[in-house]
């Protein structure tokens, strides 16, 4: 099983300013990696797949690096509507999914 | 415009049964794979199961597996999950998701929320 590990749990950034959300694989998952945004009552929302690619209509603050084991999804200009829950998922051995345990990202 | 429509939560007694549907349109249902994943009361998201497009392979999360069946009727646009010998810690919303070309979760449903609890 894979096991992903997101860092740190909550992160506190005033707006404007530039967020840096960390993910780990506990294997190689290769460039099988999304991110996903979940704001309070609604359903998650896929932001980037491929570790770097910007699913459609994602604006392009944000943004995925990585490869392998280790991630990074970069938010260059918080705005007000940025602060919520993101999880990362892998699916490096799709058709089994297995997601991160979140980061929430709140304002300072 | 995508959608998916989840229903059928509600409140069972541990050892109980309920069955999920999720109602798709917006795009050529019979033509991804569909999963769900669900999420415990302030917990992270957890996949439950995936279904392939004809539904000749299903795949689950070993937590469900033995209790759980995923389903899909391609004529109906419409997704299921049985649930069965349901445990006090299947306590969750429970989304239906539509995997899209990259493998990645495009769209989301709602959600609809199963209670466990005597």
């Known amino acids: 099983e894979i096991v992903m590990t997101q860092s740190p749990a909550t992160l506190s950034v005033s707006p404007g300013e530039r967020a840096t959300l960390s993910c780990r694989a506990s294997q190689s998952v290769s460039s099988n990696l999304a991110w996903y945004q979940q704001k309070p009552g609604q359903a998650p929302r896929l932001l980037i797949y491929g570790a770097s690619t910007r699913a459609t209509g994602i604006p392009a603050r944000f943004s995925g690096s990585g490869s392998g084991t280790e991630f990074t999804l970069t938010i260059s200009s918080l705005q007000s509507e940025d602060f919520a829950v993101y999880y990362c998922?892998?699916?490096?051995?799709?058709?089994?999914?297995?997601f991160g345990q979140g980061t929430k990202l709140e304002i300072k | 415009e995508v959608q998916l429509v989840e229903s059928g939560g509600g409140l069972v007694q541990p050892g109980g049964s309920l069955r999920l549907s999720c109602a798709a349109s917006g795009f050529t249902f019979s033509s991804y794979w569909m999963s769900w994943v669900r999420q415990a009361p302030g917990k992270g998201l957890e996949w439950v199961a995936n279904i392939k497009q004809d539904g000749s392979e299903k795949y689950y999360v070993d937590s469900v597996k033995g209790r759980f069946t995923i389903s899909r009727d391609n004529a109906k646009n419409s997704l299921y999950l049985q649930m069965n010998s349901l445990r006090a810690e299947d306590t969750a919303v429970y989304y239906c998701?539509?995997?899209?070309?990259?493998?990645?979760?495009?769209?989301w449903g709602q959600g609809t929320l199963v209670t466990v609890s005597s």
């Open positions: 998701a539509q995997g899209d070309d990259s493998r990645a979760l495009g769209y």
């Open positions: 998922q892998q699916y490096n051995n799709w058709p089994l999914y297995t």
